[in-house]
């Protein structure tokens, strides 16, 4: 019962929270909810970990309405998610957004599981085997340092650049990068200072090419263009 009343309380905060936040946002702009009651434009599509400890909106200090959000463990984008790819695929061509940002952090519980292969349980083993997969194809990059928590963080960059490779090769983006100009870029949060760090990798790295030049840089499963760590080959 104690535990109970302990999870109620919570949830009771919450609630009153809300009802404080809904006043003073409405307060300092009444027109909020009035304009996203009805529809949604966010010109960003997040994709971020689960962490408590990264809330897209706020740290980007923007508002409701404005973000379109995609979340899980360790931010990972695999091909083969039906829910990754559906929301990527509402994200650009339905909502139309003009960016995509992927964003890993520092101390990333499911980056630092995945420096070793010990067991965790359940099915994270299995959400977390694209990790570790990427670690061991890089293990160069990983044992360059001895500090885990360095570790850690090298291996969330690196599941940033997976991720980037895998949206410049996804079809809908391939198609907006082209047509419309849609931007991705990969981030790095760190939850210590509350600052993003932009790892220079995505379209920036394309953005001077020929229309034919990025055509032919977004189908190649295989080049470089992505990657700043020299390595041209993640996945």
Excluded at 162 to 174: A, E, P, S
Excluded at 175 to 198: F, K, M, P
Aim: aromatic share 6%; charged share 25%; proline share 4%.
């Amino acid at each position: 019962m104690g535990t109970q009343k302990h999870i109620c309380n919570h949830f009771e905060y919450a609630l009153k929270s809300n009802l404080a936040w809904a006043i003073y946002k409405n307060n300092q702009n009444p027109a909020l909810f009035e304009r996203t009651k009805d529809k949604q434009c966010p010109k960003i599509l997040w994709i971020g970990c689960s962490d408590s400890r990264v809330p897209e909106t706020t740290l980007l200090g923007l508002e409701p309405g404005e973000v379109f959000v995609h979340r899980n463990i360790a931010n990972i984008v695999p091909p083969s998610d039906i829910n990754s790819m559906a929301v990527i695929e509402y994200a650009v061509e339905k909502l139309e957004v003009l960016d995509i940002i992927i964003c890993g952090h520092t101390r990333c519980g499911g980056a630092e599981a995945a420096l070793t292969d010990d067991r965790v349980g359940g099915v994270i083993d299995q959400w977390i085997s694209p990790l570790r997969t990427l670690r061991r194809s890089n293990a160069d990059i990983i044992d360059s340092t001895k500090d885990p928590i360095k570790q850690g963080i090298k291996l969330s960059e690196l599941g940033v650049q997976m991720g980037v490779h895998t949206l410049l090769n996804n079809y809908c983006v391939r198609d907006a990068i082209i047509s419309r100009g849609l931007r991705v870029h990969g981030c790095i949060y760190d939850v210590a200072t509350g600052r993003l760090r932009d790892l220079s990798i995505g379209t920036d790295a394309i953005k001077y090419l020929s229309i034919e030049e990025k055509q032919s840089s977004c189908c190649n499963d295989h080049d470089p263009v992505l990657v700043k760590l020299d390595q041209s080959e993640l996945i």
